[in-house]
């Protein structure tokens, strides 16, 4: 079992920036898929990026160009660098990990960007 422990949320002024970590109490070598999502209240979780381990991260393209998502495996922690926030980005954020042993949720980090 792996436990997933998210921070770095806050509220920011549109323009700036945040980031995201989500440290891992095991080894994230285990989880080879790793993902940020975010939630707003009644609507569906949405993936955010995502990185495999070996390949290129992917993006939503409402944040492609904004936010880069990175892995430590040596700290076992993923990142979210979110740039050029936007109200609209506002939401609770989750990481999310996945691999033979199963698949892992963090408890969330609110992120608010006032405009």
């Known amino acids: 079992q792996v436990q997933l422990v998210e921070s770095g949320g806050g509220l920011v002024q549109a323009g700036g920036s945040l980031r995201l970590s989500c440290k891992a109490s095991?080894?994230?070598?285990?989880?080879?898929?790793m993902a940020w999502y975010r939630q707003v209240p009644g609507k569906q979780r949405e993936l955010v990026a995502s990185h495999y381990s070996g390949g290129q991260p992917t993006y939503d393209a409402s944040v492609k160009g904004r936010f880069t998502i990175s892995r430590d495996n040596a700290e076992n922690t993923l990142y979210l660098q979110m740039n050029s926030l936007r109200p609209e980005d506002t939401a609770a954020y989750y990481c999310?990990?996945?691999?033979?042993?199963?698949?892992?949720w963090g408890q969330g980090t609110q992120v608010t960007v006032s405009s």
């Open positions: 999310s990990g996945s691999g033979p042993s199963g698949g892992f």
């Open positions: 095991g080894s994230i070598s285990s989880l080879p898929f």
